[in-house]
């Protein structure tokens, strides 16, 4: 009923909304002789920010078309190079016949799309051959196709590091890295001739024991029938995936957003004085930011419920006891040939410090010189793989060890 809820409510607000528009804009008319008055200009920005508040957000688009490569302007071409039901590969592919290093970019599967990674493909484009795991919405996946969990999702890494071929490299942020870290380990064990040559790790909840955070605190004081009972919802009929179960989109953006309501107010706060103010720059920053932070899909029941109690409530991988498709265990001490660079953010509130960094722990066998790890100050989650610290300082230090390591140069 929570779902069905949210859609009419959804439904109801859409016309005050439009209202709301159409009054701001009458406002801001330069037809209108009161539009620079204080009062005016103050109700303008009242109904354009809760016009934007309520607005729908679809899934945004990446819009890389260029970048600058040995200091020349290329073209990008964004293509889906291999197609699966909940998840397809994208490449960006650059107009040159430069030979960078291939690397797959395994964006989280939690609620926002892959686009929330803009600027890490960005970053990394002028160097690198990128490619991006595009996860589909849960609700727009027929329940012909069957479901989606944890172990699937370690199947789809497997396919997409086939498509790359021999030597290339991966990069998981946050949630992706243990399933990519048991991708890694199953192939290792397997002599699986498409083994990476890196695999960076950034605000991975590897081990969620150390220095827990408040999604992994909610996490173990719950069983996984409360999650099951309380999140999992049925997709309703006006949706291609009808009836599949699902943690929708929207109750995870809820909790993103209660988790640091102070922050989310202050800057709606800030994006209305802006507004009055007619900073037209700051103010599209902001709307630019939040069209992408509200921007969610729902998530397959079972990969969340398996998720849930994998990484956070029995910290399997970490333990030395996750099990592949329920009878065959995962096996880190597999991996000798992938050098592992793991990254943390001093400030992160939902992968603590110490998280990522427990993956050179359980690769007991991995060479020290294949070993790297980094801790960047002053930056929280989302700064780990976007925003000025990550492009002054991270990208470029993940640059340097996937160079150091590439095997075909």
Partial sequence: MLYQFN??????????????????????????????????RTLAASYELFSEMTQYHGKPAFGLHETVVDGKTVSVTEESVHDLPFGQLKHFKRDTQKQDPKLLIVAPMSGHFATLLRGTVEAMLP???????????????????GGFDLDDYIDYVRAFLAVLGPNANVLAVCQPGVPVLASIALMSEDNDPNVPATMTLMGSPIDTRRHPTVPCKLATD???????KTVIHSVPVVYPGAFRRVYPGFLQLGGFVSMNLDRHVDA???????????????????????????????????????TIETVFQKQSLAKGEM?????RLVDTTAIRKTALLTVEGE??????VGQTVAAHDICAN?????????EQA???????????KFRKFIAPRIGKFIKKHDTDK
């Avoid at 400030?347 to 603590?352: A, F, K, V």
């Avoid at 991995?366 to 980094?374: D, G």
Wanted: hydrophobic share 35%.
């Fill in 323 to 327: 099990m592949y498709r329920g009878d």
């Fill in 222 to 228: 719950h069983s996984l029938s409360w999650f099951e």
């Fill in 378 to 388: 002053g930056v929280g989650h989302y700064g780990v793989f976007n925003g000025s």
């Fill in 347 to 352: 400030l992160d509130d939902i992968s603590g």
């Fill in 127 to 145: 160097d690198h051959d990128v490619y991006v795991t595009d996860w589909i919405d849960a609700s727009s996946v027929p329940l012909s196709e």
């Fill in 268 to 306: 709606h706060l800030r994006q209305f004085d802006h507004l009055v103010e007619g900073d037209g720059d700051s103010a599209d920053k902001h709307r630019e930011f939040y069209s992408e932070y509200n921007a969610v899909m729902d998530l397959s029941a079972e990969y969340y419920l398996q």
């Fill in 7 to 40: 859609e009419f409510q959804r439904m109801v607000v859409s016309p005050v909304r439009v209202a709301a528009q159409i009054q701001s804009q009458i406002l801001r008319s330069p037809f209108n002789p009161f539009s620079e008055l204080p009062m005016v």
């Fill in 366 to 374: 991995l060479a020290k010189s294949k070993k790297e790890h980094y």
